[in-house]
Every structure is written in C-alpha cells, then in structure tokens.
C-alpha cells in the first residue's frame, strides 16, 4: 500500500508524532508502551489515502470491500482497554488493512488476526510486510466470530467490527482472567466494552461509544 512519492524521508515520523500528541495523549491516553507503539507503526502503509497527511488525520478512512480503519484515538483506545502485555497471546476478530495488529505486534504482543475477506487478509498480509510485522503476526482467513480454537486459549480477544454481543465460541477461547474489547449494539452505533473473565463468567464494562462496520459471519476457506 505505497501511494505516497517524493515526500521527505522525516515527514511520516513527524505526522506520527503530532497524530500521537494532538489526537492520543491530549485526550488523556498517556501509557508510554502505548504511545511508542503508535509512533513506530506506520499507519501510512495501512490506509488508502490522497496525501500522508489525510494518512494520519483524525478520522477513520476507507480500505476497500466496504471496511475502514478506525480513526488512530479509537485504535488507541481499543488498545489501551485491552491491557497489552509483552508476550500475552490476542486474538483480533478483524484484520482488515492489518494496522491494529501490527500496533499490538508493537505492544510485544503474540497477535493471531482473522480476516473474513480474502482480498483485505491478502492486503494485510502485504501492509504488515512491509511495515515489518508480519513475522509477528498469524494471519487467517475465516469467520472470525467462531475464533481460532486450535490455538486457544487466548489471554486477550479484540474485536474490530460491530456485533449485538460477544459470539459465544470468543468468550470460550478466552482464558481465565482474560480480556476482550469489543464494540457491541446495534447498527451504526454501538459502545465499547471492556469484558473480563471472572470464574467463566464475564464481567462488563462500558468505555466509550463509537461506530464501527458490522462484524458478518459467513462461511469462508482458511488459509
């Protein structure tokens, strides 16, 4: 995803920083293994864009099949939320353009992501390579609503499309005491929860209303 020509070798790191000053940090998201993620990501090389200046803009944008990537404070939020650990094992229900993998990649995180659509795991698969992520990230394609189980447990799940709750086979794959983040409600609008696994039971917390595409189930190949 390189769209972008003649611009200076400085200029992504510079957006990078005032996306992380004006857009994360002044809206009170200060955990420093946050923020370097976001300032070592390229977001540039996850979206498509007219200029790397909308790249880092404090909206979300288009990348194809219908989907977007969230704006970078929701992405940094979601990822907040989630409560990163170096060496935890995440989940992501939705690759999409592969940007919140590789910040939870830079989080020191064991990231495995599910893309429902063929054509966006493929273009994650390119982005994270590019960027320099994909030997951090497992990428498949599938219905991310019934998960990885081969690979579960997992001590984090993080679910990037809108949903009415939390599909059932996610809460399962969660290990005890695990998180998952999740936007959940009804089309359009839903709000972010945080949900913790208390003695197989989940606990909820509301964090934040956004809007976010809706999460599909459908029946695809794997790769």
Request: glycine share 6%; proline share 4%.
């Given at each position: 995803m390189r769209w972008f020509r003649n611009r200076a070798p400085d200029e992504p790191a510079s957006l990078?920083?005032?996306?992380?000053e004006g857009?994360?940090?002044?809206?009170?998201?200060?955990?420093?293994?946050?923020?370097?993620?976001?300032?070592?990501?390229?977001?540039?090389?996850?979206?498509?864009?007219?200029?790397?200046?909308?790249?880092?803009?404090?909206?979300?944008?288009p990348i194809g099949h219908g989907q977007t990537i969230s704006q970078p404070?929701?992405?940094?939020?979601?990822?907040?939320?989630?409560?990163?650990?170096?060496?935890?094992?995440v989940l992501e229900v939705g690759t999409g353009s592969g940007y919140q993998a590789a910040v939870l990649a830079a989080c020191g995180m064991?990231?495995?992501?599910?893309?429902?659509?063929p054509e966006l795991a493929e273009l994650a698969r390119e982005n994270l390579a590019a960027a320099g992520y994909l030997d951090?990230?497992?990428?498949?394609?599938a219905d991310g609503s019934k998960g990885w189980p081969e690979e579960g447990p997992f001590d984090?799940?993080?679910?990037?499309?809108?949903?009415p709750d939390v599909p059932p086979p996610l809460i399962e794959q969660l290990a005890p005491g695990g998180v998952i983040v999740a936007p959940v409600g009804g089309y359009g609008l839903q709000t972010i929860y945080r949900y913790r696994k208390v003695d197989?039971?989940?606990?909820?917390?509301?964090?934040?209303?956004?809007?976010?595409?809706?999460?599909?189930?459908?029946?695809?190949?794997?790769?």
């Open positions: 990078r920083k005032q996306m992380v857009q994360i940090r002044a809206r009170g998201l200060t955990e420093k293994p946050l923020l370097r993620a976001l300032l070592e990501v390229p977001r540039h090389e996850f979206v498509r864009a007219r200029s790397v200046v909308e790249a880092y803009g404090d909206h979300a944008l404070y929701i992405v940094a939020l979601m990822t907040k939320v989630l409560e990163p650990k170096r060496g935890l094992r064991e990231v495995y992501s599910i893309e429902r659509i951090r990230v497992r990428l498949r394609v984090r799940i993080i679910i990037t499309a809108g949903a197989g039971e989940l606990e909820r917390e509301a964090v934040e209303g956004a809007r976010f595409v809706p999460l599909i189930e459908s029946e695809v190949g794997e790769e």
